[in-house]
């Protein structure tokens, strides 16, 4: 099937702890994207890569580091997990960016991750 | 920067009825407004999208219009069906990136 496919698509984890999730594309877009989207279902976006390049890289913590080997795979580490990191978060990809973002963007089914 | 507003933030309509939701956005140099569908568990999808060069799109029970003047867009369901429930999100692109509505939760009364 073609699709983004992240792992885990549910993660429970302690305070102050490290993790990963992971993406990965088979449609052959060059551009990928993590967004946040929080309990009321509001959508941020993290990060953006065009061809192993960073594009977009909003306000958020250094704890945040995103890595993307490949222009098909983009992961997603998080460094001493806090509270306030619980959220669903998206992997999309995309074409080329072009030059107005008027991009199609295809989201992976989310990693829901809950810090206790 | 650009800013989106969507309303409602819920939306309830009998089925059958027709849904409407509207956004609005700053930016008077976005040129393309994407509508998103997200069920429950899922990850948004494209329903439908327009460019500024057009002012209404329609692909079978959804419609999308646009006034550039006035800077809003709406998404039109019409005869809505159980399946329609869902969270809908509109975006304008802006500075190479979507930026997004908060997004309106429709429930469909059976």
């Known amino acids: 099937d073609t699709a983004v496919s992240q792992t885990p698509k549910y993660l429970v984890t302690q305070m102050g702890n490290d993790k990963s999730i992971k993406c990965e594309q088979n449609?052959?877009?060059?551009?990928m994207y993590w967004y946040k989207q929080d309990s009321k279902k509001f959508l941020k976006i993290m990060f953006s890569?065009?061809?192993?390049?960073?594009?977009i890289n909003e306000t958020v913590p250094n704890r945040f580091s995103p890595k993307s080997p490949d222009k098909a795979h983009l992961n997603l580490h998080i460094n001493s997990l806090e509270l306030g990191d619980s959220a669903v978060y998206f992997c999309a990809s995309s074409h080329s960016r072009g030059k107005s973002g008027a991009n199609v963007l295809t989201f992976g089914a989310g990693s829901r991750l809950t810090v206790l | 920067g650009e800013n989106v507003e969507q309303h409602p933030s819920t939306l309830s309509v009998q089925e059958g009825d027709s849904a409407v939701i509207k956004c609005t956005y700053s930016?008077?140099?976005?040129?393309?407004f994407p509508w998103y569908k997200q069920e429950l568990g899922k990850g948004p999808q494209l329903i439908i999208d327009?460019?500024?060069n057009v002012g209404e799109k329609k692909d079978q029970r959804i419609a999308v219009t646009l006034n550039k003047t006035a800077k809003h867009f709406s998404l039109h369901i019409t005869e809505t069906q159980p399946e329609d429930s869902a969270v809908y999100f509109c975006?304008?692109?802006?500075?190479?990136?979507?930026?997004w509505g908060a997004g309106t939760k429709l429930i469909i009364k059976p």
């Open positions: 449609l052959g877009h060059d551009t």
């Open positions: 890569y065009n061809n192993k390049e960073l594009i």
């Open positions: 930016d008077s140099a976005s040129n393309y």
């Open positions: 975006a304008a692109d802006s500075n190479y990136q979507l930026i």
């Open positions: 327009i460019r500024s």
